[in-house]
Structure formats: structure tokens, C-alpha cells
């Protein structure tokens, strides 16, 4: 089975550009999350998605929005990019489902940078 | 916050055992303890979890004390590929709840010297 693809592996923009990132999770897998990974900060934990929902958000600024679609595929978007969004971002799927408790698994995350 | 404590850096010899720590004292009974590992700037692997039971998979054995308070890791024989920083992650097992998504700390950066 295909793990977790996030497109595009590399990216470059400059200050005030937007910038969207997707995700295609495992198949059958109906969660998405996204997390942003920074030297300074580490592994943080941006918002989930399941079912075209977003289910849980962490403590990012308005400029980071995302989405789901009817085939779980997700989409980040971020808004008016500044210096501190470079990162690393890292999109996990899982299968929710009692008995499989929710095991994410990771996909080999988009390296943004902001010029 | 995260919910456990690691040692911030770890050696082990190539071939022996990595026994990795974890302290999660606050733990609550229906919170499993997650394993990943992150290898240089790839995303990060899922390893094991468990409840309160030992736990072991072909990539390595989970085992939690009788409290809960405390876990190990261990990766049975080293390898050089094996070299990554790993975390420990209390998570609800209510999914969809405010303990749905993963709070990673600092982790432990172990390193397999040959």
C-alpha cells in the first residue's frame, strides 16, 4: 500500500506570497493533519481534518487555513507568507477506527522556504 | 506542553541494544505512549505504541512499568540506520478528542557509532 505523498517536496516563495501544499493520504484513511517542524520550535501540530472537516486546530494564526476533499485528499494554504513560516511541513493520515486507535503515519513533508 | 520527558541525547554501539527512556508521569488510563523516530529531515516514523501491555513489532519492543509512569524502548540489535531522534508521545485514546493530535517534545537524539 502507497504511504502518505505530499506534493510539492520543495518549495521557495518570497515575503507576502501565498503558497498552497497538498496532501494525498493512505488509502482508506479518512484523517488528515498537517504539522509545521522548525528548528526553534519543533514539531507543531497545525489542524486535522476528517471527513471534510476540520476537527481539532492548533495555535497558528488565522494565515493558515486548510482543507479536505470527498477523497480525503488535503490541501494547506498559508496566506501572506513571512520569513518565520520556512519550515518543514509534514502531513500524517490515519484510519479512524476504534480498534486501530488512530495510528498516524507521516508523509516526507514539504520544505518551504520564505525569501 | 508534551506529557514526557527524554533524555535529550543517547549513544549505542552498533549490534547491542538501544534501550530508550521515557518518563510520562501524569498519564491517564485510557492515554497510549507512541513511538516515532525521525531520521535527518524526513518525516516521522511510526514505530510502536501500547496501553499497558509490552508491546513488540519487527522494529523494535515497547515496555511499560505497571504504573504507566514510565516506558522504554528498546531496538534489539542497532544498526548504523537506526541513528535519528526519537519521541515519545502520550495520546488519548478517545480519537477526535483535544488528544487526537500528536505533541511531540525534544525527543532523544540517539546515535549508533560502529
Known amino acids: 500500500k502507497a504511504g502518505v505523498t505530499q506534493t510539492p517536496r520543495y518549495l521557495i516563495k518570497t515575503r507576502g506570497q501565498q503558497v498552497t501544499l497538498s496532501c494525498s493520504p493512505i488509502?482508506?484513511?479518512?484523517?488528515v493533519s498537517w504539522y509545521q517542524q522548525t528548528p526553534g520550535q519543533g514539531l507543531q501540530f497545525l489542524f486535522e481534518y476528517f471527513s471534510e472537516t476540520q476537527r481539532n486546530k492548533g495555535n497558528f494564526p488565522g494565515r493558515f487555513s486548510g482543507r479536505q476533499f470527498s477523497n480525503s485528499r488535503s490541501e494547506m494554504n498559508v496566506s501572506t507568507l513571512e520569513l518565520g513560516d520556512s519550515a518543514l511541513y509534514l502531513c500524517?493520515?490515519?484510519?479512524?477506527?476504534?480498534?486501530?486507535?488512530?495510528?498516524?503515519?507521516f508523509g516526507p513533508g514539504t520544505r518551504l522556504l520564505v525569501l | 506542553d508534551a506529557k514526557t520527558t527524554q533524555p535529550p541525547s543517547m549513544d549505542c554501539a552498533e549490534g547491542r541494544a538501544a534501550n530508550l527512556p521515557c518518563n510520562h508521569s501524569t498519564i491517564s488510563g485510557n492515554e497510549y505512549v507512541y513511538w516515532y523516530r525521525q531520521i535527518h529531515s524526513q518525516g516521522p516514523q511510526y514505530i510502536i505504541h501500547?496501553?499497558?501491555n509490552n508491546e513488540t513489532n519487527e522494529m523494535a519492543s515497547l515496555i511499560i512499568t505497571e504504573d504507566r509512569k514510565s516506558s522504554t524502548l528498546i531496538l534489539p540489535h542497532a544498526t548504523l540506520r537506526d541513528t535519528a531522534v526519537y519521541y515519545c508521545?502520550?495520546?488519548?485514546?478517545?480519537?477526535?478528542?483535544?488528544?487526537?493530535?500528536?505533541?511531540f517534545g525534544k525527543g532523544t537524539k540517539l546515535s549508533v557509532k560502529p
Open positions: 508521545i502520550v495520546r488519548g485514546g478517545t480519537y477526535g478528542g483535544s488528544q487526537g493530535n500528536l505533541i
Open positions: 501500547g496501553l499497558k
Open positions: 500524517a493520515s490515519s484510519f479512524n477506527s476504534g480498534t486501530k486507535q488512530g495510528t498516524q503515519y
Open positions: 488509502s482508506g484513511h479518512r484523517s
